[in-house]
């Protein structure tokens, strides 16, 4: 059990399985539509799993998250701050404002939708003020970014390699989550979902 950051294909998306979030795929799409916007209809299939293929996203939040609430404030607007974690569902195109939706997600009634590349922008800032080393996995599809916190190999990087990223490996491991997930979103095109 416990609070997962996983990626959603096709099927899933347009309801055609049991987790289906075909709900919140046609509320977004009718938002969409309300503000001229086209509808987000072209996601990939789900694949085979290959781990480190980086075809899908899955991360597990375990860390405490208050050293990361702690670091946004400091690099971050209370705004952007919001856009960066506050979002339920996050999306692989830009959105110049958020969107909430009538749609309960995983853990509230409604759904606050976010862009990627909003997200990435935000992201990027923070892991270049805390100097996020490049030996933190890109691919992050079973876990890889949990279990390099959580194993003890960002601590022997953090002993080899130290910097502002070390000082707490709790508020890195956001970071780098948020990161990840926004470069997985826009690279695959798909939709982040909490679950």
């Keep these: 059990m416990g609070v997962y950051l996983v990626s959603v294909g096709a099927r899933e998306w347009f309801g055609g399985s049991e987790d289906g979030q075909g709900e919140l795929a046609a509320a977004l799409n009718e938002e969409l539509r309300g503000r001229g916007l086209p509808p987000f209809e072209s996601l990939p299939e789900e694949t085979d799993f290959v781990r480190g293929s980086g075809q899908a996203f899955e991360e597990k939040l375990v860390p405490s998250m208050d050293g990361f609430l702690a ?71 079973n876990l890889d970014l949990t279990n390099w ?25 956001y970071v780098a989550l948020y990161l990840r997930a926004a470069q997985h979103s826009i690279r695959r095109g798909s939709p982040i979902v909490y679950c």
Excluded: M, N
């Design 149 to 173: 916190f959580l194993d003890g190999t960002a601590a022997k990087t953090a002993a080899a390699r130290p910097g502002p990223w070390s000082d707490d490996l709790d508020a890195a491991f």
């Design 71 to 141: 670091l946004c404030p400091a690099h971050l607007s209370r705004e952007e701050t919001e856009t960066l974690c506050g979002w339920s569902l996050l999306v692989p195109f830009s959105l110049e404002e958020e969107i909430w939706l009538p749609v309960g997600s995983a853990y509230s009634d409604d759904t606050l939708v976010a862009g990627a590349p909003q997200v990435l922008a935000l992201a990027e800032r923070l892991a270049a003020a805390v100097e996020l080393p490049s030996e933190v996995p890109s691919a992050c599809d």
